[in-house]
Structures are given as C-alpha cells and as structure tokens.
T-cell receptor, first 108, second 116 residues
Framework: AQRVTQPEKLLSVFKGAPVELKCNYS??????LFWYVQYSRQRLQLLLR??SRESIKGFTADLNKGETSFHLKKPFAQEEDSAMYYC??????????FGQGTELSVKP | GAVVSQHPSWVICKSGTSVKIECRSL??????MFWYRQFPKQSLMLMAT?????????EQGVEKDKFLINHASLTLSTLTVTSAHPEDSSFYIC????????????FGSGTRLTVV
C-alpha cells in the first residue's frame, strides 16, 4: 500500500535555526516523492521533487531508500518559511498521496 | 508555468441541492485530474482519479453516486456534489497532471463548500 507519514503535526523553531521536517513512506515500487508547501490562504505549491535534486528557497531533501525517508531540511529558517508542509508520494496509477502535513512556525 | 483554475472559490448551498465545481487547465492538456477533500487542519484526502474520456476511479469509501466526476475534455474536469448534506461541507481541491511530459502536478486554488 502507498502511505506517507509525517510524524510531527507542528514544528516550532526560532529564526536562523536549522529545520528538519520528517517524512517516511511505504511503497513497494520505485516512488516519486515531493514536498509541497501551502502558505496561509494560498494554494498548494510544489517545493521540490526528489528526481530533480534541486534546492528551492534553501530547502533540500534526499531520498533514503534504506530508511524509506524523504526528510526536508533547511540550515537557517526564515520567518517567511512559516507554512504547512506536505510530503507526497506518486506511485501506482500516478496517484499523489499526501502525508498528514507539518505546520512549521518560525519565530523571530 | 502550468495553471489550473478552479471555480467557484466558495459556495454555500442548502441541504438536498447539488453543487458543481469546475477545474480547468489553462495552458496545458491535463490527461489526468485528481480530486481531493481537505478538512480543517488536516491533510488532503484523495477522492478520485479521472482520465479524459473515461470513468473516474474512486478511492475506497468515497460514494461515486454522491460525488460525480466528469472529465470530458483535456482541459476541464467537474465534481458535482449531489444531494448535499452538512457533512459534505469541506474544502475541495483539484489537481491536474501531464504524465507524458512528466511535469508533475498542478493544483487548483480550492473550493470551500458549506452546506446549510
């Protein structure tokens, strides 16, 4: 079965601190993994996907197949990073399944 | 970039009536459309997947007779909530993808449905 788990509902850090939003997945095939961000009152936006190996807004994520994880990291959090972050997996039939989401709050 | 337009952004309807939500891909052909439901402070739950010209595939637990999905063209998909009840009140989001081009998924802005 396809499953995405984000264990933290809320993550609160101070500006300038490192951030790691955890994501674990369950999928029998070769998954395609994404991180989406939803700022207040805005639509979901793609932050990054594992196949592109990009760094967007300072965020990076590495796919670890051994640990079935795709944690999102940023070395120095900014206040404007405060948002909901969703990890998602595209697998069978192209269906995009989301994790429960983590609310990141960056305090000044 | 790819844009998906979703209308209406919010709607209030009476119990027992039907509501139609539209999702249009403005500058690309969406071979597959996905419909999600999002409860407050919760994640997006996939309701159904539709491919242009064929019947939608519904996720377990989603009533296909209640949530009618039509994907008649490569740029338009609609979700009709039939005989709406207050428990159908939610935020509905569509997403379009073009797997052949591997452009990923583009999301609509969502529709807030309130059934009174």
């Amino acid at each position: 079965a396809q499953r995405v788990t984000q264990p933290e509902k809320l993550l609160s850090v101070f500006k300038g601190a490192p951030v790691e939003l955890k994501c674990n997945y369950s999928y029998s095939g070769s998954p395609e993994l994404f991180w989406y961000v939803q700022y207040s009152r805005q639509r979901l936006q793609l932050l990054l996907r594992h196949i592109s190996r990009e760094s967007i807004k300072g965020f990076t994520a590495d796919l670890n197949k051994g640990e079935t994880s795709f944690h999102l990291k940023k070395p120095f959090a900014q206040e404007e990073d405060s948002a909901m972050y969703y990890c998602a997996l595209s697998g069978l039939g192209g269906k995009l399944i989301f994790g429960q989401g983590t609310e990141l709050s960056v305090k000044p | 970039g790819a844009v998906v337009s979703q209308h209406p952004s919010w709607v209030i309807c009476k119990s027992g009536t039907s509501v139609k939500i539209e999702c249009r891909s403005l500058d690309f052909q969406a071979t597959t459309m996905f419909w999600y439901r999002q409860f407050p402070k919760q994640s997006l739950m996939l309701m159904a997947t539709s491919n242009e010209g064929s019947k939608a595939t519904y996720e377990q637990g989603v009533e296909k007779d209640k949530f009618l999905i039509n994907h008649a063209s490569l740029t338009l998909s609609t979700l009709t909530v039939t005989s709406a009840h207050p428990e159908d009140s939610s935020f509905y989001i569509c997403s379009a993808s073009r797997h052949q081009a591997n452009y990923g998924y583009t999301f609509g802005s969502g529709t807030r449905l309130t059934v009174v």
